[in-house]
């Protein structure tokens, strides 16, 4: 609203002629690309910028994107990326940052002030780990603290309890795991903030991909437990940072 205003205040003192106005109002809310038509409005709408889904994309059409976000100067965030991606897009953009186990390029083009409280990301297993990173990238992206525990999972539960105070004094919790799924369950047990329960699809045999783990998370006893898709990382985070920001 702010760009909005800034444009009616120039053309109302002649700064800017109507011509002018109307062939910047053309692509004020949206950019047209062909491929893809680019949000510009959804950060002051929703409070954060429109996300690249690489998986799917050739790396000329991320590219074109890029750009275009670029040059608007959005903090750019991508997921589901491989290396050759991020060798294009860094060859451009040298403050490009890569989290190769999370799938993720960030691009930073403005400051984003960090909060006080905090994310706790809880992973049961190193296995997880790839499903962690895409969080971590998605929530400190939004400008959230986040620390991370990780290899805590019930197989062992006692190492969970050592670290248990960091679960409590967080604002929100986002719990991975695969398998039989059950950590966000047992944690839910435990503290009194709120749960983002992310299955992944690590498992044996009749895991079928991360669908028991899922189905256990979804018929969870304990209460303060919401559960997002298979493996869907950047979902968990997206939702933890408005609940951490409230």
């Given at each position: 609203m702010d760009k909005l205003q800034q444009l009616l205040e120039d053309i109302h003192s002649g700064k800017t002629n109507i011509q002018e106005g109307l062939d910047i109002l053309k692509n004020f809310y949206s950019t047209d690309l062909g491929y893809a038509k680019i949000d510009h409005n959804?950060?002051?709408?929703v409070g954060y910028p429109e996300i690249i889904y690489g998986?799917?994309?050739?790396?000329?059409?991320?590219?074109g994107i890029v750009d275009l976000m670029y040059e608007r100067k959005t903090n750019i965030l991508i997921?589901?990326?491989?290396?050759?991606?991020?060798?294009?897009?860094?060859?451009?953009?040298?403050?490009?940052?890569y989290n190769k186990s999370g799938r993720v390029i960030t691009i930073r083009c403005k400051p984003t002030e960090e909060?006080?409280?905090?994310?706790?990301?809880?992973?049961?297993?190193?296995?997880?780990l790839p499903v962690v990173e895409e969080a971590f990238e998605t929530a400190t992206f939004f400008g959230n603290k986040v620390?991370?525990?990780?290899?805590?999972g019930v197989a062992g539960i006692h190492r969970l309890f050592e670290r248990i105070q960091i679960l409590r004094n967080a604002k929100v919790l986002i719990v991975v795991a695969g398998m039989e799924g059950a950590l966000p369950s047992v944690i839910g047990g435990l503290v009194n903030k709120p749960i983002i329960a992310v299955p992944t699809s690590i498992g044996y045999g009749a895991n079928f991909g991360g669908l028991s783990a899922l189905l256990a998370m979804l018929n969870s006893c304990s209460g303060g437990i919401s559960v997002v898709n298979i493996d869907n990382g950047?979902?968990?985070?997206?939702?933890a940072s408005m609940i951490n920001k409230l």
């Amino acid at each position: 609203m702010d760009k909005l205003q800034q444009l009616l205040e120039d053309i109302h003192s002649g700064k800017t002629n109507i011509q002018e106005g109307l062939d910047i109002l053309k692509n004020f809310y949206s950019t047209d690309l062909g491929y893809a038509k680019i949000d510009h409005n959804r950060e002051a709408r929703v409070g954060y910028p429109e996300i690249i889904y690489g998986q799917g994309k050739t790396i000329e059409q991320i590219s074109g994107i890029v750009d275009l976000m670029y040059e608007r100067k959005t903090n750019i965030l991508i997921t589901r990326v491989n290396q050759e991606v991020y060798d294009v897009i860094s060859e451009k953009y040298k403050e490009a940052k890569y989290n190769k186990s999370g799938r993720v390029i960030t691009i930073r083009c403005k400051p984003t002030e960090e909060t006080e409280s905090y994310i706790a990301i809880v992973a049961a297993g190193t296995s997880d780990l790839p499903v962690v990173e895409e969080a971590f990238e998605t929530a400190t992206f939004f400008g959230n603290k986040v620390v991370k525990v990780t290899d805590v999972g019930v197989a062992g539960i006692h190492r969970l309890f050592e670290r248990i105070q960091i679960l409590r004094n967080a604002k929100v919790l986002i719990v991975v795991a695969g398998m039989e799924g059950a950590l966000p369950s047992v944690i839910g047990g435990l503290v009194n903030k709120p749960i983002i329960a992310v299955p992944t699809s690590i498992g044996y045999g009749a895991n079928f991909g991360g669908l028991s783990a899922l189905l256990a998370m979804l018929n969870s006893c304990s209460g303060g437990i919401s559960v997002v898709n298979i493996d869907n990382g950047f979902g968990a985070a997206y939702q933890a940072s408005m609940i951490n920001k409230l």
